[in-house]
C-alpha cells in the first residue's frame, strides 16, 4: 500500500489544556509530528488550515445504532448511516451499546452486534456490553470482557419489565466489575416508581407525550443516582460512570460521591443543555408533535440546564454525548399517538453534538475551547480506554477536525446525513463547524462532500483495566 502523507499547515491546534499554531504531519494514518515549518518529501497532501481550528476528532461514547425496542422496531440509523451522520459532525469514534436478550449469552449480544457492525462501519467504533438477563454464567462471562476488548459494562435501573435489573443484580455486577477491572454504566432513575407512575397516568386518560416526563420526575433520577453511588461503594468502591445526568438534584449526587474521593464519573447529553420538558407539549394543536422530544430521563427544566452547565465547567461532568437512539418519527415514534408509553424512548443527536456544544459553550464563553475539546473528545477517550484517540499526539490516530468558527449552518433534518426524518434542533442556527474530518489520516468529509465508506471503520480494542 502507498504511502499516505498529509501535511495540515498553519491552523491553530486545540488540545484539551491549551492552543497553539502548528502544523501536523500524517504518516500511514498516525500523527507523526506536531511542529511549525513542517515539511517532508513524502508529503502527498497538502492542507491549509489558516483561520481553522485542529480539533481531535469527537469521540461519542453512547450511541444506540440498530438497536431493537420492543416493538417489532430497530432504532433507524445502522452502523454506516449513524456513522455518516457522526462524521459530518466532526465525530470519528461511536461506542455504542450491545444489548443483551433474554437468555442470550454475552458472547452471543457481543457476536451479534460485531455481525451489524463489521461491514457498515464507517468510522472507529466499540460496544459497551449490556445486561439485561443476569445469572452465574453472565457473571462467570464478565471475566472474559476485557479479553474481547470490551472494559464496561451497562446497567438499567429503568424501563421495568424489559431491560431494567434490580438491586440485587446491580451490586452482583459491580463486585464482579470491581474484581475484574471493568467500568459499570448506569442509567439512573427509579423503574418500579416510574411503572406505577405510568400505569396510573394511562388509567386516568393521560396519554399526550407530556405525561412521559411528568411520570418520570426528577427526584427518581436523583434517588437512583445516589443509590447507584452507594452501591458501587458498598461493592468496594467499584468505578462508576452515570450516564445522561440531566437533573440538578442527580449531579449533586455525583458531586458528592466525588468530594468524598469516590470513583465516580458522569455524562450528560447534548440536549439537555438547551431543551426544556416544555417541548413535549408539542406544537399548537399538535399535541403529539412533542413526541419528537420523548427520551429518558426526560428533558427537565431552565434551572436544570443552568446545572448541568456549571457541571461542565467545574469538571464534575467528564463528557457530552448524544444517547443517539433513533426513532422516526413518522413509522416508530407514532405508535404512541393513543398513549406515551409505547412512544420508543430515544432521539437523534450524533451529527449536531459539536456544532451545538461549540455554539452553544464556546461562542457564549460558558466553555474555554480547551473544555470543548475535553468534554467532547479527550475525557471520553482516556476514560473509556482508548489511548490513540482524543488527543493530537504523535503516534496517535489520525482523527483530525479542522473547524471553521466563522460558518454558518442552520441544523435541519434534510439536510442532515442519517436515517432520520427530523432534528430536535431544527431550524437552530450554529456558528462553527467541521470543514474537514478526517479518520486515520482518511478525509471522510470535505466540506458537504462524503469521501467515506461502509466498512472503513475499525473496532476499538477497549482491554484497560479500570
Ligand atoms: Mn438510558
Ligand atoms: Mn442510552
Known amino acids: 500500500m502507498a504511502t499516505q502523507t498529509t501535511l495540515i499547515r498553519h491552523g491553530t491546534v486545540v488540545t484539551a489544556i491549551d492552543e497553539f499554531s502548528a502544523d501536523i504531519l500524517v504518516k500511514d494514518g498516525r500523527i507523526a509530528q506536531v511542529g511549525t515549518n513542517l515539511d517532508d518529501p513524502d508529503t502527498n497532501t497538502v492542507v491549509e488550515a489558516r483561520g481553522m481550528y485542529v480539533l481531535p476528532g469527537g469521540v461519542d461514547i453512547h450511541t444506540h445504532l440498530a438497536t431493537p425496542g420492543g416493538n417489532g422496531f430497530s432504532t433507524a440509523d445502522d452502523y454506516f448511516t449513524g456513522h455518516r451522520a457522526a462524521a459530518f459532525g466532526g465525530t470519528t469514534t461511536v461506542l455504542s451499546f450491545a444489548d443483551q436478550w433474554k437468555g442470550a449469552t454475552m458472547r452471543q449480544t457481543l457476536d451479534t452486534w460485531h455481525a451489524k457492525a463489521r461491514d457498515k462501519a464507517a468510522v472507529d467504533y466499540g460496544f459497551h456490553l449490556m445486561v439485561t438477563d443476569c445469572n452465574d454464567a453472565v457473571l462467570d462471562e464478565l471475566a472474559e470482557f476485557r479479553s474481547w ?182 413509522i416508530h415514534k407514532s405508535l404512541g399517538r393513543q398513549d406515551f408509553t409505547k412512544i420508543p424512548n430515544g432521539a437523534p443527536a450524533i451529527e449536531e453534538r459539536l456544532m451545538l456544544l461549540w455554539n452553544d459553550g464556546v461562542n457564549t464563553g460558558r466553555i474555554t475551547r480547551s473544555q470543548f475539546v475535553a468534554l467532547v473528545s479527550t475525557e471520553p477517550a482516556k476514560l473509556f480506554g482508548m489511548p490513540n484517540k482524543g488527543s493530537l499526539t504523535v503516534g496517535n490516530d489520525a482523527d483530525i477536525v479542522l473547524w471553521d468558527p466563522a460558518a454558518t449552518h442552520t441544523i435541519s433534518a434534510e439536510t442532515n446525513h442519517g436515517a432520520m426524518d427530523y432534528s430536535m434542533f431544527e431550524g437552530r442556527i450554529v456558528t462553527g463547524m467541521p470543514a474537514l474530518v478526517m479518520s486515520r489520516g482518511e478525509v471522510l468529509v470535505k466540506g458537504a462532500e462524503w469521501l467515506g465508506k461502509p466498512g472503513r471503520g475499525v473496532f476499538q480494542h477497549r482491554n484497560s483495566k479500570v
Open 149 to 330: 476488548g470490551v472494559n464496561t459494562v451497562k446497567l438499567m435501573m429503568a424501563y421495568k419489565g424489559r431491560a431494567m435489573v434490580d438491586d440485587a443484580v446491580i451490586l452482583r455486577v459491580m463486585q464482579r466489575c470491581k474484581e475484574l477491572g471493568l467500568l459499570t454504566m448506569v442509567h439512573c432513575e427509579n423503574g418500579d416508581a416510574i411503572d406505577v407512575l405510568q400505569r396510573q397516568a394511562v388509567a386516568n386518560g393521560q396519554t399526550a407525550p407530556i405525561f412521559h416526563a411528568l411520570t418520570r420526575p426528577p427526584q427518581l433520577e436523583a434517588e437512583a443516582t445516589e443509590r447507584a453511588i452507594q452501591l458501587a461503594q458498598t461493592a468496594g468502591g467499584a468505578p462508576l460512570f452515570v450516564v445522561h445526568c440531566t437533573h440538578s438534584g442527580a449531579l449533586e449526587a455525583v458531586v458528592r460521591a466525588r468530594a468524598r474521593g469516590e470513583s465516580v464519573t458522569a455524562e450528560t447529553c447534548i440536549h439537555y443543555l438547551s431543551l426544556t420538558k416544555d417541548r413535549l407539549r408539542g406544537a399548537p394543536g399538535d399535541a403529539f408533535e412533542g413526541a419528537k422530544y420523548v427520551c429518558s430521563p426526560p428533558l427537565r427544566e431552565e434551572a436544570d440546564i443552568a446545572a448541568l452547565w456549571r457541571g461542565l465547567h467545574t469538571g464534575d461532568l467528564h463528557s457530552v454525548s448524544t444517547d443517539h437512539c433513533p426513532w422516526r418519527f413518522d
